[in-house]
């Protein structure tokens, strides 16, 4: 499914599609159609093209009802509902079994807790000596495990909650990283007055990469390539 929507940033746009879809942000991929940056006489203006997988939970033709701008949401683990890490019902249980009962059959050994309760959102944590095998490159074994318990979610009926994974707070450092990453790359870009293809990454790592960088007025993003694990390019567009 193909959407467009329109903010006064890139993040006010990316967190009003998701406001507006009953999405999470990793659960689509952006294209950025239009840009126009915030001058001395004009405000900012952004548009975006959703492209998803995930089934909304509301029809495209609702949000032209829609007022204003989505307010600003945080990344994935800020304000988390950090609580009880049992399980606290059948669901939940049998996402824990699900995900130990994969890591045993990988050949492994580890324990899957509860790590945060949200709205529409349940995280688990796995402990294990063997995590940064579990993690892998770039977290892309934390990544199709996550998919998998997710598809397993959907499965037992619950397609209305997004499980997100982590191990040894790689979700929090990764995020870090990236923005670190957005920085120096624009140092770069401008020193070189040319531009720089990030590492394929991810719809929400892209998405973070945009939005870290989307203040700086003589730096612009865009996403390159096909498929989940697109690249961001960096570049320098100058002072307007």
Do not use: C
């Not at 001395?40 to 204003?68: C, M, N, S, W, Y």
């Not at 890490?85 to 824990?96: R, T």
């Amino acid at each position: 499914m193909i959407f467009e929507f329109e903010g006064r940033t890139e993040k006010e746009a990316i967190d009003r599609a998701a406001e507006e879809l009953g999405l999470e942000k990793d659960d689509f991929d952006v294209e950025i159609l239009e840009t126009h940056r915030q001058g001395l006489f004009k405000k900012g203006f952004v548009k975006i093209r959703v492209h998803t997988e995930r089934q909304a939970e509301r029809p495209a033709e609702d949000r032209e009802d829609k007022k204003g701008f989505a307010a600003v949401r945080e990344s994935s683990f800020a304000h988390a509902g950090f609580g009880e890490p049992v399980p606290q019902n059948e669901f939940e249980q049998k996402l824990v079994d699900f995900m130990e009962e994969l890591i045993k059959r990988m050949g492994y050994s580890g324990k899957v807790s509860v790590l945060f309760r949200e709205n529409h959102k349940l995280g688990l944590k796995i402990e294990s000596e063997h995590s940064s095998i579990l993690i892998g490159k770039k977290g892309k074994n934390l990544d199709a495990l996550q998919l998998l318990v997710n598809i397993y979610a959907g499965r037992l009926g619950r397609e209305d909650i997004r499980i997100i994974l982590d191990s040894e707070n790689y979700r929090i450092r990764r995020e870090e990283s990236l923005v670190r990453l957005a920085y120096s790359a624009a140092e770069k870009v401008r020193e070189t007055r040319g531009s720089m293809l990030l590492e394929p990454m991810n719809p929400f790592d892209r998405w973070l990469i945009h939005t870290t960088l989307n203040d700086i007025s003589d730096v612009q993003t865009k996403s390159e390539g096909e498929g989940l694990y697109k690249q961001v390019r960096v570049f320098y567009r100058g002072l307007k």
